[in-house]
T-cell receptor, first 111, second 114 residues
Framework: AQSVTQLGSHVSVSEGALVLLRCNYS??????LFWYVQYPNQGLQLLLK??????LVKGINGFEAEFKKSETSFHLTKPSAHMSDAAEYFC?????????FGAGTRLAVHP | NAGVTQTPKFQVLKTGQSMTLQCAQD?????MYWYRQDPGMGLRLIYY???????DKGEVPNGYNVSRLNKREFSLRLESAAPSQTSVYFC?????????????FGSGTQLSVL
């Protein structure tokens, strides 16, 4: 069965530091993979998605993620954190006509 | 652009009461979904509707019913609310359902069952 595991429920970085949010998936077929972001008191918004066209996927707000089949990973990175990046981030895998989410990682950015 | 609209935004119920959460989208999307969000558990799919006239169970359907009233509207009903149904509920929609689809989310309904 397809599933998603996000390593670390909370991540804290300094403003300007590298952001790395980890996601591992399991899938019996080539997956579609997503990262969504949720700002406080809002619904989720799509950051980026992998659909097999390219292993390095660029998203909005300077985020990118690399699909590594050998490691079954789809980690999210941003070279330099901004205070406005503080939010909860969800990795998700598409299973036929449903989207299965990970538990989420809350990112805190401090000055 | 309204996108996905959910009502109400907040609701407090007593155990055993019933209520319906409303959701409407104005993007002419075929597929609609109801998720619940609980701390440390991410979003879990309750029910979804791949197209008008069809509904299917997700991961956690027990205690809920849904109606796809038309292409725009997809409601979620709690017949007899329980404290375990205290959660934040999100409605979402997508153009299709073949995988790789972007979901558009509403802003959520915070439900407390006492």
């Amino acid at each position: 069965a397809q599933s998603v595991t996000q390593l670390g429920s909370h991540v804290s970085v300094s403003e300007g530091a590298l952001v790395l949010l980890r996601c591992n998936y399991s899938s019996s077929v080539p997956p579609y993979l997503f990262w969504y972001v949720q700002y406080p008191n809002q619904g989720l918004q799509l950051l980026l998605k992998y659909t097999s066209a390219a292993t390095l996927v660029k998203g909005i707000n300077g985020f990118e993620a690399e699909f590594k089949k050998s490691e079954t990973s789809f980690h999210l990175t941003k070279p330099s954190a901004h205070m406005s990046d503080a939010a909860e981030y969800f990795c998700a895998v598409s299973v036929r006509d449903k989207l299965i989410f990970g538990a989420g990682t809350r990112l805190a950015v401090h000055p | 652009n309204a996108g996905v609209t959910q009502t109400p935004k907040f609701q407090v119920l007593k155990t055993g009461q019933s209520m319906t959460l409303q959701c409407a989208q104005d993007m002419n999307h075929n597929s609609m979904y109801w998720y619940r969000q609980d701390p440390g558990m991410g979003l879990r799919l309750i029910y979804y509707s791949a197209s008008e006239g069809t509904t299917d169970k997700g991961e956690v359907p027990n205690g809920y019913n849904v109606s796809r009233l038309n292409k725009r509207e997809f409601s979620l009903r709690l017949e007899s609310a329980a404290p375990s149904q205290t959660s934040v509920y999100f409605c979402a929609s997508s153009e299709g359902n073949g995988g790789g689809e972007k979901l558009f989310f509403g802003s959520g309904t915070q439900l407390s069952v006492l």
